[in-house]
Each structure stands twice: as C-alpha cells, then as structure tokens.
C-alpha cells in the first residue's frame, strides 16, 4: 500500500524526525518501494506459525531484586548537552 | 619494519614470548601505518597514546612473567559500535558526534583483560545500518583492494573500517557486529576471515543497539586461527545482557587448529542457487565444495524452502527494533542537540538533523509496521516468517553438520555504486540474512578472486552454539583454498 506525503508527516512526528516539507514526497515514494517490496511476505502461508518471540531458545533470566548501580552522578551527566544543578535541563514544557 | 605488520595473531604472540619484538614495537608499526593510511579512513579515532600505554603495560607483564595469553600485546582494532571507556564512540552517526562513554562494553573489556592492545576505533555504516560504510558520517572507506577500473570501491559494510584495517594490515585482528551480514559481507569484500557467532555467545552490553534480536560482536582477522583466538577472548556468558548464553566457551582455537571434517555432512542449499548470481560465484562454491569432497566430507543437497523470504522478514523486523532502540537519541542526555524552543522540536531537529538519510528511512519504516493497525500485517507477519525461517535451518542440520554458500552475490563494487535504489543494496545481504535470523553462527572466509581480481568469500553456518564444528570445517577449507593475494594498496610503514 503506497504512503501518501501526509501519512509520512504524521510518522515523521511520531518518530520524532524532522523532514523538511519538500523531502516528504520523494520519501513517500522510498518508503513506499520498500514497503512494496516487503508486501511479498503475505504470499506465505502463515495460519498454523507462531511469531517467533526469542531466538534465543532460553527463558529470561531472573535475579534478586537488589539495587546493583547508582551513586553515578557525575558520569550521567558527563555527556548532557545541558545540566542545570544536576539535572538534564530542556525547553520549558509546562507553562 | 612492515613485516611486523604482516604478522597473524599466533605469529605475533610468538615473536613476543620470545622477545623477538615488544608489544610497544608492535604498536608503533601499526599506528605509523594507521598515520600514513588516513586516506583510506578506516579510522574515525586512532588511539596512538592509549595504544602505547597499554602495549608498555603488556611488556611489563611479560617481564614480570606475567603474561597473560596469546592476546597480550597484539595490537588490534575496535568497531566504533563499542563503548569504549574515555574514548569517542560515534557509532558513525552525527548524534554521538561528541559521546564519551564512561563505561566499557564486555567485550571490549574482555580483550583488554586478554591485553590486547587497542589501536583505534574503525568506521562503519552510520548505526551499522548499511553494507557498503557509505552511510557513516565520516565518510566513505575505501577497500585496500582498490581502485579497479579507475574507480575507489567500497569495503562492504557494516564492519567496512574493520575490514579494510584487516585487509590493510593497520592491524592483526578487529572486532566487528553482524546485524544481517556486518561481518561477513565486508569480510568478503575484503579478502579477510569474518565470524558471526551464535546469538547470545557474545555479549551486547555496551554495544550500541541497532536491532536487539539480531545484534551479535564477533572476530575479523586474516586467518580462521586467528579469529578463533580472539572469538574465544571476546565470547562468554554475561549477566548485564539478558540474552547472553550461560554457556561455558569452548576451546574455539583448538578447532581452527584441527581442519580434520573426515566424515563431516556439509549441506548445499538448493535455494541459495540464484537466478543472476554470477558464474564466477557459482564456480567458487563448486571449488569450495570440492575441497571439503576431497578432506573426507560428504557433500548433501538440503532445501532452506523459506529462505527467498529472509530479506523482506529482515526489513521489517531489524527498523522496528531499530526504531525503538533509537529512541533513545533526544537530545537530553548526551550526545548532539539541536535548540528550539519547545521540547517536541528540540526532539525532532535534534533527530532531523542527527541521523542520516538511511538511519531516517529505517526509522521511519520501523515506526510504520509498529504503527497501530499495521503491527499485525507487517511485524506479527515477519516474526511468523522468522519462525518458518529458523525451521528450515533446524531440520537441514538434522540431517547435516555445516551449510557451505556463498557469502555475498557479488564482489566489492565501487563507491557510490547502488545508491539510487535502497533494495539494490539490500540484495548484498541475500545469503547472510537468514542465518541471521535464526541465530546461527557462520563464518566467511576468503576462497578466490573474481574475474577483476578482486576477493570473494564463502560462508560456512553451523547449529546453534557449533561454532566449532564450523572452524573446523572452515580451518580445512583455508588450508587447501589456499588464499594467498595481497591488496593493492599495501600501506607502508613510514621509514620502515
């Protein structure tokens, strides 16, 4: 099914990825080569499959429910871009 | 000295038990041809000093008779896909353009509790998205075996800076991430040995994600000893990644050291027969199908019947977990931000302006088949096909030990080539794909040339956990393939 210039602006933002307005159609276009593409899957019988969860054949790991981390501070906020009295600082979101 | 540099892994650690050269001498050779190879940019951060420290620290160990294996000392290079504990890690992308990590990933660190000696950190496809490393931000790499025909060629990708490190002889060995072919794929491109382990052998703490249920670290070196030896450093059970495998390592060099498959059942997969694969790709499998014959194999045809289906199961399950593992990427808490003046702008010029032309469609893709009202149609289907995938794997190998095909369908091409159409390019990964959704190890090693002179490679795939079954099997294929070509370009060793 081809995506329209409008449906790749609302993934866009719900991805949180900023295309420019004269980009959108030719990444409609993309996506929709892709997606094309990809539609060769429905031509698989999968009635009787289940959706493989791991593949890994193991179960989740379990470990007491202790802390094992923290005091790190400093480290965490090395790499802010803004710290603000230890704190990651961002644009003012309540008003 | 350019002959410390032509060196295997073995060969260097016994130049070094026996005082031969020191790991500082060693260190040295490769960062002065590390130096007079920036052109070839398979660095994005040479590390000279860290080198020199750590390889002081070796030869003091072996001084005090403290030496710790056959790693101490050998100087080898890191994917920038690793945290590596005070040095840039960018995994290519303009997002972590200034990330220091203040931690270490497991298997970096196991190489340096082995004491290897880190040498740099290689380029690669931006987030490892890519088999050509023409996506990363820093730019193109080119594969030593170049230029043909006038023109640059790629190293293949992800892993394309370890690769054309290898090849190039910057180094004695490399780590490399395999997604759906990272490893093999450049590996082949660049005439060197390349192994993705089973899923779970190595751990991914550390590693930044790009799809978690496909991600695995492995070895890139120039002979399948070699990567035996640094798979069996890198590999081992870890509890900060809840996938790694509680399994004890095997003696993975002792099996690339064997090469006798007397008996052993290699299957040939009738579906990995393409229609437009090259003859030149049909005559090394048959060559590599010989060899095994002829070292007491017995060769059986077997059917992976869902196997043309792995390419579009991979982009549908590798950028939804791409897109949810780089979510992560806001803005806040390191790496690039972008100002605005609200918090959801911020988020998206950040993102807009951090990740590249791929990283975005991959996300964009991945955002899409998780959308609500399409889960089912596109990710529920994908993991349905994933399981008949991994089927076809389990009943072949009952009925044989080791898979041999090609690696790649074709050969390095030039840069810049197959660009105009995203699926053009990701046909490369059509034969390392479904082992990679089914976990499996499988290892490529070089076998000829093509009719242009440049490397091609096979690939061997094994059971579960079996990755010595395959370096036996590959360790004989190296023995009589006998592939001996050197690159082209041949950096020398200022002075040396």
Redesign the interface.
């Known amino acids: 099914m081809p995506l329209d210039r409008d449906t790749v602006k609302t993934i866009a933002f719900l991805a949180r990825v900023r295309v420019p307005d004269d980009q959108l159609q030719p990444l409609a276009g993309e996506l929709s080569a892709i997606l094309g593409w990809i539609e060769q899957l429905a031509e698989v019988d999968t009635s009787a499959v289940e959706p493989m969860t791991s593949v890994a054949a193991m179960l989740a790991p379990q470990r007491a429910d202790v802390v094992t981390d923290g005091r790190q501070r400093d480290a965490v906020l090395a790499n802010a871009p803004h710290a603000l009295d230890d704190y990651f600082a961002v644009p003012k979101v309540v008003e | 000295m350019s002959d410390l540099r032509d060196l295997s892994v073995v060969g260097a650690g016994d130049g070094l038990a026996r005082g031969d050269f020191s790991a500082v001498e060693l260190a040295e050779a490769h960062g002065a041809a590390i130096e007079g190879a920036r052109d070839a940019n398979a660095f994005i951060t040479p590390t000279p000093e860290l080198a020199l420290e750590r390889a002081r620290a070796s030869d003091e160990r072996r001084r005090r008779g403290e030496a710790r294996g056959p790693l101490d000392g050998i100087p080898i290079a890191v994917k920038d896909l690793f945290c590596t504990e005070g040095v840039l890690t960018t995994a290519a992308s303009r997002i972590l353009y200034?990330?220091?990590p203040?931690?270490e990933s497991t298997v970096t660190q196991r190489l340096r509790d082995a004491g290897a000696v880190m040498l740099g950190k290689t380029n690669l496809d931006e987030f490892a998205m890519g088999s050509s490393n023409v996506t990363s931000h820093f730019g193109a790499v080119k594969n030593p075996w170049g230029p043909c025909d006038g023109k640059d060629l790629v190293p293949g990708g992800s892993s394309g800076g370890s690769a054309a490190a290898v090849a190039a002889r910057l180094c004695l060995g490399a780590t490399g991430t395999d997604t759906g072919g990272s490893i093999r794929q450049p590996a082949s491109f660049c005439g060197i040995v390349g192994m993705k382990p089973t899923?779970?052998r190595c751990s991914r703490w550390g590693i930044v994600a790009f799809a978690s249920?496909?991600d695995q670290a492995g070895p890139m070196a120039r002979s399948v000893l070699d990567a035996a030896i640094l798979l069996e450093a890198m590999a081992g059970h870890d509890?900060r990644d809840?996938?790694s495998?509680?399994m004890a390592v095997d003696r993975f060099a002792d099996a690339a050291a064997n090469g006798d498959i007397r008996g052993l059942k290699v299957g040939i997969p009738a579906e990995y027969r393409l229609d437009g694969i090259t003859g030149e790709i049909d005559a090394l499998w048959e060559k590599g199908i010989d060899v095994l014959r002829g070292r007491g194999a017995e060769v059986i045809d077997v059917s992976l019947p869902?196997s043309r289906?792995a390419l579009?199961?991979y982009?549908?399950i590798a950028p939804a977990e791409a897109?949810s593992n780089l979510a992560r990427y806001?803005?806040?808490?390191?790496?690039?931000?972008v100002?605005?003046?609200?918090?959801?702008?911020?988020?998206?010029?950040t993102?807009?302006?951090g990740?590249g032309a791929e990283v975005?469609?991959r996300?964009?893709?991945g955002?899409?088949v998780l959308?609500a009202g399409y889960y089912d149609a596109?990710y529920?289907?994908?993991?349905?096909?994933?399981?008949?995938i991994?089927e076809d794997f389990r009943k072949a190998f009952e009925d044989v030990d080791v898979l041999l095909t090609p690696t790649a369908p074709s050969d390095a091409f030039a840069i810049g080539e197959k660009m105009d159409?995203?699926?053009t390019m990701y046909l490369n990964d059509v034969f390392t794909v479904p082992t990679s959704?089914?976990?499996l190890p499988a290892l490529s090693l070089p076998a000829g040339l093509s009719g242009r002179g440049l490397p091609l490679g096979l690939q061997l795939i094994g059971r579960?956990f079996d990755e010595v079954t395959v370096l036996r099997a590959a360790a004989a294929l190296e023995a009589d393939v006998g592939f001996t070509p050197l690159p082209v370009r041949a950096y020398a060793t200022p002075g040396g």
């Not at chain 2, 100002?339 to 010029?349: C, H």
């Not at chain 2, 529920?380 to 008949?388: E, G, M, T």
């Open positions: 200034n990330f220091v203040p931690y899923y779970g249920s496909l509890e809840s996938t495998a509680p869902h289906y579009a199961t982009y549908i897109s806001d803005g806040v808490r390191f790496g690039l931000r100002e605005a003046p609200s918090l959801d702008e911020m988020y998206e010029r993102r807009g302006e990740f975005r469609r996300i964009l893709i955002a899409y959308s596109y529920l289907k994908a993991q349905k096909v994933r399981a008949l991994a159409d995203p699926i959704l089914a976990g579960p």
